[in-house]
């Protein structure tokens, strides 16, 4: 069965105190058994996040990660550093990886791939821009994503795999789709792995809904058959409303 997950990605917010001071009130709640809890720091504060949570039920995860093993990548984080930190999954492919650093479909294709030799999780994000919703073509480009991006990974590697459905237009923005919408494109989503893999395989890939989640609007987002959690951006840095949405399930 697959799992419930919210997701805390912090962008290129919080300090080393202001870390440690936001997973300490994290760590003032207690988090539900049906829910797992991941939250990802900036790459400098993973060391530090990791041992802070050690006795701690919540996971820390990357936001990006290189794809080559090692070598003269300046500034990049190759898959065996982030292990080596005690990190076991990373986001792939956000937004604004794609828009702002220039990542391709293909590009996505090696990240992930490098994460499963290092038998690491990806977060694999997707999810189509405003004129594309606009002109009815939000379907296909989320196809495309996931077709040249992800879908060439081997079916028993997919176990490895989980989705982020994160339509640009409400990121960062405080406009949500509304539930209605988000429960259709992941059905469609749910559909494309049936497809490409099998009926077991897409029942048991949690799908994420991320995009202006807040406490408000978590529960009947969440409240949708083939929506399994969140990727939370600004709601993911106030440790009460990240717990909140936690516990919208
Ligand atoms: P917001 O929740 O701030 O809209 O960000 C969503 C997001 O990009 C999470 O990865």
């Known amino acids: ?101 220039w990542e391709t479909n293909e590009i996505l294709a090696l990240k992930v791939n490098a994460a499963l030799e290092n038998d690491m999780t990806s977060v694999f994000c997707f999810g189509e821009e405003l004129e594309d919703r606009k002109s009815g073509n939000h379907f296909n480009i989320v196809k495309e994503q ?14 490895n795999i989980i989705l982020a459905y994160e339509p640009v237009w409400a990121i960062g923005t405080g406009e949500t789709a509304s539930p209605e919408q988000a429960q259709e494109m992941h059905k469609y989503v749910r559909g494309l792995v049936t497809d490409a893999y099998t009926n077991e395989i897409a029942e048991n890939v949690s799908i994420l809904y991320g995009g202006s989640v807040k406490p408000a609007n978590a529960k009947e987002i969440f409240a949708n058959p083939d929506v399994d959690g969140g990727l939370i951006g600004g709601a993911a840095l106030k440790a009460e409303d990240f717990m909140a949405i936690v516990n919208s399930f």
């Open 146 to 159: 996931l077709e040249e991006g992800l879908f060439h990974v081997k079916n028993d590697d997919f176990k």
């Open 1 to 101: 069965m697959r799992r419930n997950i919210v997701a805390g990605n912090w962008k290129m917010n919080n300090d080393l105190p202001q870390t440690e001071a936001l997973l300490q009130d994290l760590k003032k709640h207690v988090v539900p058994d049906n829910v797992s809890v991941m939250v990802a720091p900036t790459f400098v504060n993973l060391y530090h996040a990791f041992e802070s949570v050690r006795e701690y039920s919540v996971e820390v995860i990357a936001q990006d990660m290189h794809q080559a093993k090692s070598g003269a990548f300046t500034g990049e984080v190759s898959a065996a550093m982030l292990k080596s930190v005690g990190v076991k999954t990373t986001i792939i492919g956000h937004s604004e990886r794609r828009a702002m650093f």
